[in-house]
Nanobody
Framework: QVQLVESGGGLVEPGGSLRLSCVAS????????MRWYRQAPGKEREFVAD????????DYADSVKGRFTIFRDNAKNTVWLQMNSLKSDDTAVYYC????????WGQGTQVTVSS
């Protein structure tokens, strides 16, 4: 079965950085687009970033462009989200996602940006 396991969340001050990781299993990782979403308290889950199978094409939500970078290593079945210049508005649970037939989600990792 497909499993996505996120890690790397935590508490960080405004302006700080975090790197999230998502390790996938149970699928041919190199054949699927990978995505990051987030959900803040009281809000709907929203798209953050995605990356093509080979890693050459990426897309970002306007709110994170220039601050976040998504990248992957197909040999390690891993996708990362490097988050810089974090703001309080980035506080959310971050989820890894992929889609082939069905949507698959990780359990999420909490990111809290606060002084």
């Amino acid at each position: 079965q497909v499993q996505l396991v996120e890690s790397g969340g935590g508490l960080v001050e405004p302006g700080g950085s975090l790197r999230l990781s998502c390790v996938a299993s149970g699928l041919t990782f190199s054949s699927v687009t990978m995505r990051w979403y987030r959900q803040a308290p009281g809000k709907e889950r929203e798209f953050v970033a995605d990356i093509s199978t080979g890693g050459s094409i990426t897309d970002y939500a306007d709110s994170v462009k220039g601050r976040f970078t998504i990248f992957r290593d197909n040999a390690k079945n891993t996708v990362w989200l490097q988050m810089n210049s974090l703001k309080s508005d980035d506080t959310a649970v971050y989820y890894c996602n992929t889609r082939f037939g069905l949507d698959y989600w990780g359990q999420g990792t909490q990111v809290t940006v606060s002084s």
